[in-house]
């Protein structure tokens, strides 16, 4: 277990676990160092379920370059098509649709109303690539994840939250 401690001008402490499994300790800058191994050692069992969770994360993505390309081919099948029904739907209309190899996150919305959508998405559940398909629409509209967004989600999607659910399970 590599533990890195990074101090800064803040004032609370913060754990995080990297893509390559470090634990990374944030904590302001005159904070005594035993007590930042006291607070890592306080928080061990998150640390134990967040580095399994990361390093299952790294697992599920492992696959050949034929599989990858694959899913990009299923991705931009399917996708366009969930974007469409779901633009029809809500009236929400991105300027544009890509797809992208981006691991660790299943969708963004720019700024401008341009949607991307990650490959790797084609790994889940119909259910859960619509559900990504109307988070994203939905920021056409609301840009944060207030009440209003997730009003707009249920009104069209009333069980979105068991996708939720599947997509943060693996």
């Known amino acids: 277990m590599n533990i890195i401690y990074k101090r800064s001008a803040r004032k609370t402490l913060a754990l995080e676990i990297t893509k390559e499994l470090n634990i990374v300790v944030r904590l302001p800058l005159g904070y005594p ?8 050692a306080s928080h061990r069992d998150w ?8 390093a299952a994360r790294q697992d599920k993505y492992h696959l050949s370059e034929e599989n ?8 931009k099948e399917i996708i366009p098509l969930r974007v469409a029904y779901f633009s029809a739907l809500t009236g929400l209309t991105p300027k544009a649709v890509h797809i992208t190899s981006a691991k660790t996150r ?18 889940y559940s ?34 979105y939250k068991k996708y939720v659910k599947e997509l943060r399970a693996r």
Do not use: T, W
């Open 106 to 123: 299943f969708g963004s919305c720019s700024g401008k109303n341009s949607v991307n959508f990650s490959l790797y998405l084609m790994l």
């Open 68 to 75: 990858v390309e694959a899913l990009r081919r299923k991705a």
């Open 47 to 54: 640390i134990q379920k967040h580095m399994a969770r990361q």
């Open 126 to 159: 119909a259910g859960a690539v619509d559900y990504v398909v109307l988070h994203e629409l939905a920021h056409i509209r609301h840009k944060n994840h207030g009440k209003e967004f997730y009003r707009l989600i249920a009104k069209y999607m009333p069980d």
């Open 33 to 40: 160092q035993q007590k930042a191994e006291q607070f890592v």
